[in-house]
């Protein structure tokens, strides 16, 4: 399983899309900083948003399609599944 990712740093905050085949371990990562980088430097752990392929090539394109849009549509697509912006993370069961 792929899973394509938005995570924020606060309500129409900082956004960050990425894909990973673990989402729990790679949320975890963001919210303890484990890697240094953009998430870290910015705060940006809430998970807010995120889609699950099979295929792992379907994901890729569809990362990359979203880091492409404008941030109103990114903003869209959170709130259409996530209007009040909650981390979803606390509810992952080893997604």
Do not use: C
């Not at 994901?59 to 009040?84: C, M, P, S, V």
């Amino acid at each position: 399983m792929y899973f394509v990712y938005l995570l924020a740093s606060r309500p129409h905050g900082t956004l960050y899309i990425g894909w990973t085949t673990n989402l729990a371990r790679r949320v975890w990562e963001h919210k303890n900083k484990v890697v240094p980088g953009f998430t870290t430097k910015y705060g940006v752990d809430r998970l807010v948003w995120f889609e699950s392929y099979d295929d792992r090539e379907a994901a890729l394109r569809r990362e990359k399609k979203i880091k492409g849009w404008r941030r109103d549509w990114k903003i869209n697509l959170i709130e259409r599944q996530n209007r009040y912006w909650i981390d979803l993370y606390d509810n992952l069961s080893d997604a």
